[in-house]
Nanobody, 125 residues
Framework: QVQVVASGGGLVQAGGSLRLSCIASGLTFDNYAMGWFRQAPGKKREGVSCINWSGLNTYYADSAKGRFTVSRDNAKDRLYLQMNNLKPDDTAMYYC??????????????????WGQGTQVTVSS
C-alpha cells in the first residue's frame, strides 16, 4: 500500500520561510518522480514544483521560481520544498505526489498517481 505523507506546514508572516517534507512508503522511491501541488479555497489544484527520480531535473511554476527549492533524499525516501519569501497568495493546502515518470515541460495533477493528505500553509500579511 502506497502512502505519501506531507508535513511541515504552518502559519508564517509574509516574507518568512517554511520547509515542507514528504515521506513516501510502499513504493521504490527512487523509481518515481515527485511533485508538490497546492490548492487554495475555491481554486483548482495546481503544480508548484516537480522533480525527477534523481533530483537532477526540476520544474517550477512561475509563482515558485526564485523563491522555492525542491529537493529529494532518496536514501531517506523524502521529498522537500524550501519556501522562502512567502506571500499571502501562497496560502493553500500543499500536497505531495508520486508519478511513474517525469515531464520536464509541466507539473500537473493528471500526471501523478499517488497523493498524500496535504499540509496547510497560511501566510499572513
Amino acid at each position: 500500500q502506497v502512502q505519501v505523507v506531507a508535513s511541515g506546514g504552518g502559519l508564517v508572516q509574509a516574507g518568512g520561510s517554511l520547509r515542507l517534507s514528504c515521506i513516501a512508503s510502499g513504493l521504490t522511491f527512487d523509481n518515481y518522480a515527485m511533485g508538490w501541488f497546492r490548492q487554495a479555497p475555491g481554486k483548482k489544484r495546481e503544480g508548484v514544483s516537480c522533480i525527477n527520480w534523481s533530483g537532477l531535473n526540476t520544474y517550477y511554476a512561475d509563482s515558485a521560481k526564485g523563491r522555492f527549492t525542491v529537493s529529494r533524499d532518496n536514501a531517506k525516501d523524502r521529498l522537500y520544498l524550501q519556501m522562502n519569501n512567502l506571500k499571502p497568495d501562497d496560502t493553500a493546502m500543499y500536497y505531495c505526489a508520486a508519478a511513474a515518470s517525469f515531464r520536464a515541460d509541466r507539473c500537473e495533477t493528471p500526471d501523478y498517481d499517488y497523493w498524500g493528505q496535504g499540509t496547510q500553509v497560511t501566510v499572513s500579511s
